[in-house]
Structure formats: structure tokens, C-alpha cells
């Protein structure tokens, strides 16, 4: 399941595709273009989900997330032998990142625009539209994006520090300017990447971005001008309450854990993260089935979120809760990976989806039927390409759920939906 959802990361690569790619031969290179409206190199980066755009947020948590994982459950990394592709994964987006990066108080944050994208169902090899590059900077700016970014690129530096130095330093000097940029320049970003407020509004605002940058930032620099930083959004946003998920939009049980190792003196984050996984397990709606329910949209998704916290407190956290938070987060990974009688994982375990709503890997080789007449969103069998490794979107709240491709409620992909539940793998492997 771990190496899977690698190969899913891989079916989701934008641009010039590595001779090392494994998804054949259905995914070659695509958006080549990317970033010529604007005269920057914009290619690379990760198609979002079963579309083709590159939205930035969503993708820098999905960085942010992997690498955490590929940090603090390394030995499972190893043990199934997945480290190298963990970091290729993660480099992949960061390297994009880096080129989206384009001036210290500029960074592009989205390629795509939603409507157009969502018009055209077909192979991204084969798209046609326009596509637009939307940025942030002082005239426009955007505190979530800029502070996101900047705790993938710090997070991304440590596991890269002793392989590759240079580009760890790199990283961590565009993270620096990247959190300094969202700091001074307060806006909420989707106020000036208009386009994302229909797809990746941040409904908790940007104070979470601020405290969880800050974190990881000082994780990667030990410079305690951030734990400061930390501190005072702590306070300036009352972060301590109010945490009912973690997800690419709220941060704050994330940095409730985060918090918790690297100032372990301040017992704000320990206790806050003891009384979110506290709600979890105590107050929160779960399925008949067993697995949590605390999101409509993509329930597996925020189940595996939630789990990696969990798994993350058994490991690192007090070690009177461990077994409890171990064994409650093995159910929730279980309940996604088919104990409840099948699997929500492509390619993996009893009866996986078959049908999920993404366009790339519903469309043939020749693609013509697929995008002159949407054959490849309507016809009733299988897709043609196995989307191995891909978690879909997930059952209701009364554990019902049908393969169906138009459903994307429950049976999209997302590179956010994989982040954490590929560090709970690792977590798992490391306890097994």
C-alpha cells in the first residue's frame, strides 16, 4: 500500500516526466507551457486531483504532510524500502515551488483556472485550454500560500540536509522569505487568487498557517525568532480552540502536535493535542462501520489525517495514551484498507475501486473517443488505467458508498487525500 500510493504521486506529475517514471505508458509529459502567459517556467509541480490544475495551497500541505512523515516515521520509510521515492515525491514539489518562487515578495499559486479546466474531461497530454498562472505579491498578497509554501520548503530541508545541502539551504532561505512575505503582508489569499475560492477557500483563515510555518521553521533552523513567531499567533488567533480536524485548510491540531516536540516547556501544544485526540475518540461522529466521520467531502481523507496524528502521539507523545492512540488509529487505516469488506485504495486489497473520478486514468490510449465525446467520464466499465495506490474520496456517514465515477464526492482523488495516509503506513510498518 505504501509503494502504491507512490505510484499514485507519480500518476498526478505535471510537466517533463524522469526516465525513472513508473506510470506507463499512459502518463508522459504534459502542460509544457505552464507559466508562458506570465514569461516564467511554471512546468512541474502536481495536477491536484482528478483535474488538471495546479492549485499551490493544497499542494504545499501535501509536501508538507510527506515530508513529516518521511521525518519522524523514517524507520518505516525504510523498512519497506520507500524512503527515495517518499523524497522524490516530495521533491517534485518542492522543485516546482522554487520555480514559482519568482521575486522575495513573489510566488505564483496557481496554474489553471478551475472552470476551464473542469470543461474539458480528457488526458492533461491532450489538453487544449487556456491556462492562466495566478501569483501572489504585495499589491495581492496571501498569508496562507506564502506561509504553506514556506513550511513545505523548511520541512523539506531537513530530509534533505545530509544528502544534499545545497538544495536544503536553498529551500530554507526561499522558506524564510516565503513566511517573512506572509507575516508583513496579511491578506487572505483567495482575496487575490480569486479563482481558488470556489475550490480551496481557507475558511480558518490564515492564523493556523502562521503558527504551523513558524513551527516548522524553527524545527529546520533552531532559531528561536519563530517560536516567538509561534507564540504570538498562538495568542494574536486563539488557536488553542476550535480544532475539529486537520485537513490542507486548518492547521492547528497539526501544530498542536508539531508544538508539542520542538517546545516541549510550553504545555499549551501537549495539552491542546491530548484534548483533540480526546474529541476524537470521545465527542466525534463516527460511521456505523467505525471509521470517523468528520467531514462529508472526502471522509477517508480526513480520517487518514487524523490517524497520522494519532500514530504521531503514540510515537512522540505521552506514552500513557500510546496503545490507546495506536490501537484507535490502526482501526481507522484498517477501516480504509478493507476491513469493512472492501478497500477504498485503487489497485490494493478485496474489491478496490475501479471507477474513480479522474480523467487521466479514465481516458484510453488512443484518447480521441475520450475527450470529443467524454467517453472516459460516462462509460460504464473500469477505468482503463490502474490509479494504483490512490485513496478515494469515501463511504457516507452511514458507511454507503458506490464505485461510481460521477460521484466525486465520494470517489475522487486528491494529492491531499494521500499525504497523511502515507505517513500512516509508515507508522504502521515501523510497529508491526
Known amino acids: 500500500a505504501l509503494c502504491m500510493s507512490f505510484l499514485f504521486y507519480e500518476a498526478q506529475r505535471s510537466g517533463h516526466l524522469p526516465e525513472d517514471q513508473r506510470v506507463e505508458p499512459w502518463r508522459w509529459d504534459s502542460a509544457m507551457d505552464d507559466g508562458a502567459d506570465v514569461g516564467h517556467n511554471l512546468t512541474g509541480g502536481y495536477y491536484d486531483a482528478g483535474d488538471h490544475v495546479k492549485f499551490g495551497f493544497p499542494m504545499a500541505y501535501t509536501a508538507t504532510v510527506l515530508a513529516w512523515g518521511l521525518i519522524d516515521f523514517a524507520e518505516g520509510y525504510e523498512a519497506a524500502g520507500q524512503t527515495d521515492y517518499g523524497r522524490a515525491a516530495v521533491k517534485w514539489a518542492t522543485d516546482y515551488f522554487l520555480k514559482a518562487h519568482t521575486a522575495e515578495y513573489?510566488?505564483?499559486?496557481?496554474?489553471?483556472?478551475?472552470?476551464?479546466?473542469?470543461?474539458?474531461?480528457?488526458?492533461?497530454?491532450?489538453?487544449?485550454?487556456?491556462?492562466?498562472?495566478?501569483?501572489?505579491?504585495?499589491?495581492?498578497?496571501?498569508?496562507?500560500?506564502?506561509?504553506?509554501?514556506?513550511?513545505?520548503?523548511?520541512?523539506?530541508?531537513?530530509?534533505?540536509?545530509?544528502?544534499?545541502?545545497?538544495?536544503?539551504?536553498?529551500?530554507?532561505?526561499?522558506?524564510?522569505?516565503?513566511?517573512?512575505?506572509?507575516?508583513?503582508?496579511?491578506?487572505?489569499?483567495?482575496?487575490?487568487?480569486?479563482?481558488?475560492?470556489?475550490?480551496?477557500?481557507?475558511?480558518?483563515?490564515?492564523?493556523?498557517?502562521?503558527?504551523?510555518?513558524?513551527?516548522?521553521?524553527?524545527?529546520?533552523?533552531?532559531?528561536?525568532?519563530?517560536?516567538?513567531?509561534?507564540?504570538?499567533?498562538?495568542?494574536?488567533?486563539?488557536?488553542?480552540?476550535?480544532?475539529?480536524?486537520?485537513?490542507?485548510?486548518?492547521?492547528?491540531?497539526?501544530?498542536y502536535a508539531l508544538g508539542s516536540m520542538v517546545d516541549p516547556d510550553n504545555t499549551m501544544y501537549a495539552d491542546a493535542l491530548k484534548a483533540f485526540l480526546e474529541y476524537l475518540k470521545n465527542d466525534a461522529t463516527y460511521t456505523p462501520g467505525g471509521l470517523i466521520f468528520l467531514d462529508p467531502w472526502g471522509s477517508n481523507r480526513h480520517a487518514g489525517n487524523v490517524a497520522f496524528l494519532s500514530l504521531w502521539a503514540a510515537k512522540y507523545g505521552d506514552p500513557a495514551d500510546a496503545d490507546a492512540n495506536r490501537e484507535w488509529a490502526e482501526g481507522q487505516i484498517g477501516y480504509i484498507l478493507g476491513d469493512f469488506g472492501h478497500s477504498f485504495v485503487v489497485g490494493f486489497g478485496v474489491d478496490p475501486p475501479s471507477h474513480p473520478h479522474h480523467r487521466s486514468s479514465s481516458c484510453p490510449i488512443p484518447p480521441d473517443t475520450c475527450f470529443l465525446n467524454s467517453w472516459g467520464q460516462n462509460q460504464p466499465g473500469p477505468n482503463p488505467h490502474t490509479l494504483y495506490g490512490a485513496l478515494v474520496g469515501g463511504p457516507d456517514d452511514s458507511d454507503g458508498y458506490q464505485d461510481i465515477r460521477s460521484d466525486y464526492q465520494h470517489n475522487e482523488v486528491a494529492c491531499d487525500y494521500n499525504a497523511a495516509y502515507t505517513g500512516c503506513l509508515a507508522a504502521l510498518i515501523e510497529t508491526s
Not at 492562466?132 to 513545505?152: F, R, V
Not at 524553527?218 to 517560536?227: E, S
Not at 494574536?236 to 497539526?254: C, Y
Open 106 to 255: 513573489q510566488l505564483y499559486g496557481q496554474v489553471g483556472k478551475g472552470g476551464i479546466d473542469h470543461s474539458f474531461w480528457g488526458r492533461p497530454e491532450d489538453m487544449y485550454k487556456e491556462r492562466p498562472s495566478y501569483k501572489i505579491d504585495k499589491e495581492a498578497p496571501g498569508t496562507e500560500l506564502a506561509c504553506e509554501t514556506a513550511a513545505a520548503l523548511a520541512a523539506a530541508s531537513i530530509i534533505f540536509k545530509k544528502d544534499d545541502p545545497d538544495y536544503s539551504a536553498e529551500m530554507l532561505e526561499v522558506a524564510k522569505e516565503l513566511y517573512a512575505f506572509g507575516d508583513e503582508y496579511r491578506l487572505e489569499y483567495h482575496k487575490s487568487i480569486t479563482d481558488a475560492a470556489d475550490f480551496y477557500r481557507s475558511w480558518s483563515g490564515y492564523g493556523d498557517e502562521l503558527l504551523w510555518g513558524a513551527l516548522w521553521l524553527y524545527r529546520a533552523t533552531g532559531d528561536d525568532t519563530y517560536l516567538t513567531k509561534a507564540q504570538e499567533a498562538w495568542d494574536e488567533f486563539n488557536l488553542a480552540e476550535d480544532a475539529l480536524q486537520f485537513s490542507w485548510d486548518d492547521k492547528k491540531a497539526g501544530a
